[in-house]
């Protein structure tokens, strides 16, 4: 099986890159080797090139980030709320991924941070529709790693609770 990871911002330094590294870990702990996809290395030349293009031209990098999705059976997202919702650039990622073999009968586990109280619990709801319409499986747990930055030292998560929940929801996907 093929498990991909997805850091779902293109932030400088996200925290979202040390959560999905740290996810990265759960799983290798449970025997899964998890490639991580950051969206930092989102190709934004794609915009120029391809995205909502009637004619595009060829983007390299943007085709083997393609070729990762392809090969992706689950997915997990680490998603960072942004007023209240996940990343645009995470849709703009949706959208440039080939419809609908992208997301067509696979599986996802969302996981959701923020320095508020709501630990990205609306923009797990609003990509969850996203995923949904496209094809895509979601696992009904959905961890919530509230005020995350007084929760992480280092670049690691230190809270055992929150630990615990990735644990948990890692080991659920296994077998979703
Ligand atoms: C553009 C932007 C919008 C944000 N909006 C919210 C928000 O609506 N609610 C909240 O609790 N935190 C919000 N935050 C804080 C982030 O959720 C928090 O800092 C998170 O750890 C950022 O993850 P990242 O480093 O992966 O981008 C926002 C941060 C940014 C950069």
């Given at each position: 099986?093929?498990?991909?990871?997805?850091?779902?911002?293109?932030?400088?330094?996200?925290?979202?890159?040390?959560?999905?590294?740290?996810?990265?870990?759960?799983?290798?702990?449970?025997?899964?080797?998890?490639?991580?996809?950051?969206?930092?290395?989102?190709?934004?030349?794609?915009?120029?090139?391809?995205?909502?293009?009637?004619?595009?031209?060829?983007?390299?990098?943007?085709?083997?980030?393609?070729?990762?999705?392809?090969?992706?059976?689950?997915?997990?997202?680490?998603i960072p709320e942004y007023n209240g919702s996940f990343p645009g650039i995470l849709k703009v990622w949706v959208d440039a991924c080939k419809f609908p073999t992208?997301?067509?009968?696979?599986?996802?586990?969302?996981?959701?941070?923020?320095?508020?109280?709501?630990?990205?619990?609306?923009?797990?709801?609003?990509?969850?529709?996203?995923?949904?319409?496209?094809?895509?499986?979601?696992?009904?747990?959905?961890?919530?790693?509230?005020?995350?930055?007084?929760?992480?030292?280092?670049?690691?998560?230190?809270?055992?609770?929150?630990?615990?929940?990735?644990?948990?929801?890692?080991?659920?996907?296994?077998?979703?």
């Open positions: 099986m093929n498990y991909t990871i997805v850091a779902s911002t293109s932030r400088d330094q996200s925290v979202s890159s040390q959560v999905a590294a740290q996810y990265q870990e759960i799983l290798a702990e449970l025997g899964v080797q998890a490639r991580v996809l950051d969206l930092q290395d989102m190709p934004i030349d794609i915009l120029e090139t391809t995205l909502y293009k009637k004619v595009k031209q060829p983007n390299a990098a943007w085709e083997q980030m393609q070729e990762v999705v392809n090969a992706t059976e689950k997915f997990v997202f680490v992208s997301f067509k009968h696979k599986k996802a586990a969302l996981l959701g941070i923020s320095d508020g109280t709501q630990g990205s619990a609306l923009a797990m709801g609003h990509f969850a529709d996203v995923l949904n319409y496209a094809g895509t499986h979601t696992l009904a747990l959905r961890p919530r790693l509230i005020q995350i930055s007084k929760n992480m030292q280092d670049g690691r998560i230190t809270n055992v609770e929150y630990l615990m929940f990735m644990r948990l929801q890692a080991e659920q996907l296994l077998t979703f």
